[in-house]
Nanobody, 123 residues
Framework: QVQLVESGGGLVQAGGSLRLSCGASGHTASSYGLGWFRQAPGKEREFVAGISWSGASTYYADSVKGRFTISRDNAKNTVYLHMNSLKPEDTAVYYC????????????????WGQGTRVTVSS
């Protein structure tokens, strides 16, 4: 069992930056691949970024490539999403998720989910 708790969301102006954090608890949390997803009102949940259990591999959605960076600190059981050059279309609830399966973007690959943290980007 892995528990995930996100933090760091808020209101930011377009062009600004935020850093989201996701704390993972459970004795095997560091062995899971982790991902960030987001869901805007009226839209489906979409993949944003993922990182392997070791941190050696990362993968990004085209919409955030070059603006967002995912990283993890296994000593702290925490994954981060550094978001720069934010746009109004980045407004969504952001979710952290953990997976044992290989793969990146499909929500069905992920076994555990956090409760989400809201990000609002004003124009």
């Amino acid at each position: 069992q892995v528990q995930l708790v996100e933090s760091g969301g808020g209101l930011v102006q377009a062009g600004g930056s935020l850093r989201l954090s996701c704390g993972a608890s459970g004795h095997t949390a560091s062995s899971y691949g982790l991902g960030w997803f987001r869901q805007a009102p009226g839209k489906e949940r979409e993949f944003v970024a993922g990182i392997s259990w070791s941190g050696a591999s990362t993968y990004y959605a085209d919409s955030v490539k070059g603006r967002f960076t995912i990283s993890r600190d296994n000593a702290k059981n925490t994954v981060y999403l550094h978001m720069n050059s934010l746009k109004p279309e980045d407004t969504a609830v952001y979710y952290c998720a953990a997976r044992k399966s290989s793969g990146w973007a499909a929500p069905s690959l992920y076994d555990y989910w956090g409760q989400g943290t809201r990000v609002t980007v004003s124009s």
